[in-house]
């Protein structure tokens, strides 16, 4: 399967953004997904994900109540709603998709990426 997020971009502390993850060559309803992302100088770092049948999420602490993951099947496509944006939320953000069914927050346990889409928080 192959991943395209997109949806970054520039915005101001408090405000919001939505990302996409779309998926082509395979079903995304085949996966459980996920978000990381990497700030500049930083690991890779996970922020949220989805089981294969939506019914389980996960989120990292730093964007619990902020962050709200989801996912449309049908339109072979996940989303990331990041509300009450941060400084420290800049980072590229990069979507995956992992060979299981349920709710995967290790990195090394996601058989596919995308490219990413670069977030930036002003103060």
């Known amino acids: 399967v192959q991943l395209q997020a997109s949806g970054g971009g520039l915005v101001q502390a408090g405000g919001s953004l939505s990302l996409s993850c779309a998926a082509s060559g395979r079903p995304l309803s085949s996966y459980s997904l996920g978000w990381f992302r990497q700030a500049p100088g930083k690991e890779r770092e996970f922020v949220a994900a989805i089981s294969r049948s939506g019914e389980s999420i996960g989120y990292a602490d730093s964007v619990k109540g902020r962050f709200t993951i989801s996912r449309d099947n049908a339109k072979n496509t996940m989303y990331l709603q990041m509300n009450s944006l941060k400084p420290e939320d800049t980072a590229v953000y990069y979507c995956?998709?992992?060979?299981?069914?349920?709710?995967?927050?290790?990195?090394?346990?996601?058989?596919?990426w995308g490219q990413g889409t670069l977030v930036t928080v002003s103060s």
């Open positions: 995956a998709a992992a060979n299981t069914i349920v709710v995967v927050s290790t990195r090394g346990r996601y058989d596919y």
